[in-house]
């Protein structure tokens, strides 16, 4: 009984250290990206006019953001910044054939715009075929059901003139 007592304060203390420690790097983290921040606002303040806390603004916010080739799953996503109520959101594509899940999607693009606000209009999934300058939109996502391919197709469209869009409601 005695050696699992010991046993236990010895994990007990290794996670503790392990929190501290990834607690200790996030401070760092954070800390490094409000100096970063600060001296890109003092080198290039005209940029930062309409930002968000984060730095991100919703005029910077690339409209698509997808894989350059391939068969992946996208979801279509409205960003508003909660601190200007007044701008209207801002409708963007996003589809990465690393992310096995559409909310894998979502998780990495709050990531990298927090602290906008994202809501996920549904999603599904792009055939890009950059050889033939194509692209098929189709399907559902389970977890965010089915996304206004349309809507899709036509932010994609700006993106991408030269393409032919075709869009189906077949298939998963």
Request: hydrophobic share 30%; net charge positive.
């Given at each position: ?71 992946f799953k996208y979801i279509l996503i409205n960003v508003t910044d909660?601190?200007?109520?007044e701008e209207s959101p801002v409708t963007i594509v996003r589809g ?58 036509n932010i994609i469209k700006d993106a991408y003139p030269k393409y ?9």
């Open positions: 009984m005695q050696k699992f007592a010991r046993g236990t304060i010895f994990i007990r203390s290794h996670l503790t250290l392990f929190q501290l420690n990834y607690q200790s790097f996030n401070s760092l983290l954070q800390q490094t990206k409000l100096h970063l921040v600060a001296y890109s606002q003092q080198k290039h303040p005209e940029k930062f006019t309409k930002m968000s806390s984060s730095g991100v603004t919703l005029d910077a916010i690339p409209k698509v953001d997808i894989d350059k080739s391939g068969v909660k601190n200007k109520q990465y054939a690393h992310c096995n899940y559409h909310s894998d999607i979502l998780d990495e693009v709050e990531g990298k715009l927090h602290p906008l606000q994202c809501e996920v209009l549904g999603g599904g999934r792009i055939s890009h075929d950059a050889d033939f300058k194509r692209f098929k939109i189709y399907g559902y996502s389970q977890g965010f059901g089915k996304a206004d391919h349309e809507v899709t197709a032919t869009i075709t869009i189906s409601d077949e298939g998963y």
